[in-house]
């Protein structure tokens, strides 16, 4: 089986708005189920999760009933960090559903609205031959490492921006989120990765933005309108 941990339990703050952005409105519907529909939609995934915050329980019910919004997807709640809300929907799979050595489990920003078939198989193909893979687009800008007074110029053909789905094995991801927390860990290529595992990349696509800030809805709209 395929499953996706969709993570939308986060606050949003860079979008200026007291409404958690995966829950603000694009194109009539709200963020986080577009990208919901985008999995229940693709032939890759077998069941979705939701990781939300448990303080936005009720206002997701109250959404799916304005929306008609019906997919069958699995809820559980976040925790205080993202590595605490994917964690959270890894054991929910786990308690949930029996895995073996053919699951597969791909984690997928709530923000990330724009998602293509496409793009979720290719992903998928890349974690069953190389067991863990993520998206990434390398870079088109000029790259200096350092801060604002010491830096230096860095070869741009090296710097890869990472997007999600990241796919893993499921029994390797279970065991990779098994460690404590670290600061380091940005994503879930660098938890699974510092169990010694190998990361491999799968080219992404310019499209598959996340939404972040308030001008990236317009973005995403004019994207949706070529979907």
């Known amino acids: 089986m395929n499953f996706v941990i969709i993570v939308a339990a986060g606050t949003g703050n860079r979008m200026n708005s007291d409404l958690p952005k995966q829950f603000l409105d694009l194109n009539g519907l709200p963020i986080v189920m577009h990208t919901i529909n985008r999995f229940s939609l693709s032939d890759s995934i077998s069941e979705v999760v939701l990781v939300i915050s448990e303080t936005m329980e009720s206002y997701w019910t109250e959404l799916c009933l304005k929306h008609q919004f019906d997919n069958p997807i699995h809820i559980t709640f976040g925790g205080n ?25 791909a984690v997928h920003d709530g923000a990330r609205p724009i998602v293509s078939d496409q793009l979720i198989r290719k992903a998928f193909q890349g974690a069953y031959e190389h067991q863990a893979i ?83 809805l317009q973005i995403a709209q004019l994207y949706l309108n070529l979907i």
């Open 134 to 216: 993520v998206l990434a687009q390398k870079s088109i800008e000029s790259i200096r490492m350092g801060n604002v007074s010491t830096n230096k110029a860095v070869d741009r053909n090296q710097i890869w921006m990472i997007q999600t789905p990241q796919v893993f094995h499921g029994e390797l991801l279970l065991k990779s989120y098994q460690q404590d927390e670290d600061p380091l860990f940005t994503d879930d290529a660098s938890v699974v990765e510092k169990m010694g595992t190998s990361i491999y990349i799968v080219e992404g696509d310019s499209k598959n933005i996340k939404i972040t800030y308030p001008q990236d």
């Open 81 to 105: 960090t993202r590595f605490e809300s994917v964690k959270n929907g890894i054991d929910y799979i786990y308690q949930n559903f029996d895995i073996g050595p053919k699951d597969y489990i």
